[in-house]
């Protein structure tokens, strides 16, 4: 099994922050990564694709980069909307998901 | 427009057996891999396992090899995930997830929440 560590498991920032939140996989995966963003009570949805493609209709604040073993989820000025749960996923070989990060206001 | 629909919430005694649904429709259901991802209270979200209903290919996480079984009815364009003995600690919401890939997951049901409980 690939094991998916994210960090960090929380994370306090304000509005108009830059925020980074990175994945390790366990081995390499190339660029079979997603981010999904889950909020309290809802199913998650995703945000990026092949670990920096944008979803249709995901803003342009979120990007997505990495290969191999690390990746990275930025979100490059922080909205109210944007406080959730992100949690990282290798589809490479079978799916894991990364233990997730949460959003936190400052 | 793709839509996953599961069904409704469970509570069950340990050692009883169950299967929840999930219906999908606006898509050709033969082209399309069906997923289930656990999420226990309070906590992440796990992969499960996969089906192809085109020719029901399945695959399985090892960690849920063996505790549950993914299946498919074409004819209604349904899948299920059942257990034959449940456990308390299979208590969790349980959502299914669709993809044209067998990769990541554009398309996610409303989740089944599943309590078991003696």
């Known amino acids: 099994d690939i094991q998916m560590t994210q960090s960090p498991s929380t994370l306090s920032a304000s509005v108009g922050d830059r925020v980074t939140i990175t994945c390790r996989a366990s081995?390499?995966?190339?660029?079979?990564l997603a981010w999904y963003q889950q909020k309290p009570g809802k199913a998650p949805k995703v945000l990026i694709y092949k670990a920096s493609s944008l979803e249709s209709g995901v803003p342009s604040r979120f990007s997505g980069s990495g290969s191999g073993t690390e990746f990275t989820l930025t979100i490059s000025s922080l909205q109210p909307d944007d406080f959730a749960t992100y949690y990282c996923q290798q589809y490479n070989s079978h799916s894991t998901f990364g233990g997730g990060t949460k959003v936190e206001i400052k | 427009e793709v839509q996953l629909v599961q069904s409704g919430a469970e509570v069950k005694k340990p050692g009883e057996s169950l299967k929840i649904s999930c219906k999908g429709s606006g898509y050709s259901f033969t082209s399309f891999w069906i997923g289930w991802v656990r999420q226990m209270p309070g906590k992440g979200l796990e992969w499960m396992g996969t089906?192809?209903?085109?020719?029901?290919?399945?695959r399985y996480s090892p960690s849920f090899q063996g505790q549950v079984t993914i299946s498919v009815d074409k004819s209604i364009s349904t899948a299920y995930l059942q257990w034959s003995s449940l456990k308390a600690s299979d208590s969790a919401i349980f959502y299914c997830?669709?993809?044209?890939?067998?990769?990541?997951?554009?398309?996610w049901g409303q989740g089944t929440l599943v309590i078991v409980s003696s």
């Open positions: 081995q390499s995966i190339s660029s079979w």
């Open positions: 089906i192809y209903p085109g020719d029901s290919d399945t």
């Open positions: 997830v669709g993809s044209y890939s067998s990769g990541w997951y554009r398309y």
